[in-house]
Nanobody, 120 residues
């Protein structure tokens, strides 16, 4: 069994910064891709940023130059540094982790979500 623990959301003014964290624990053989998604009210969940095991990154056009994804493999943790936040960034943010519990078994896990609200 694997658990994901997210933290770091909250209320911030436009132009401010937040850092999200997502730590995986449990029966983990190897972690492959890690990523952050978000879902605003009335909208579909969308990819924000992703990072592979070789630390290749991918960002949504709307966050390029403002958000930075990184990972700490020793801690099984993925981070999302969010700078120059805009009201349009308001959403529930979810981490997703693709991992192997054994050499042959791959699974995807989602975090519980953390609210990010950008408002003055």
């Amino acid at each position: 069994q694997v658990q994901l623990a997210e933290s770091g959301g909250g209320l911030v003014q436009p132009g401010g910064s937040l850092r999200l964290s997502c730590a995986a624990s449990g029966n983990i053989f190897r972690i492959n891709a890690m990523g952050w998604y978000r879902q605003a009210p009335g909208k579909e969940r969308e990819l924000v940023a992703a990072i592979t095991s070789s630390e290749s990154t991918n960002y949504a056009d709307s966050v390029k130059g403002r958000f930075t994804i990184s990972r700490d493999n020793a801690k099984n943790t993925v981070y999302l540094q969010m700078d120059s936040l805009e009201p349009e960034d308001t959403a529930v943010y979810y981490c997703k982790v693709e991992l192997q519990t054994t050499w042959f078994v791959s699974m995807q896990y989602w975090g519980q979500g953390t609210q990010v609200t950008v408002s003055s």
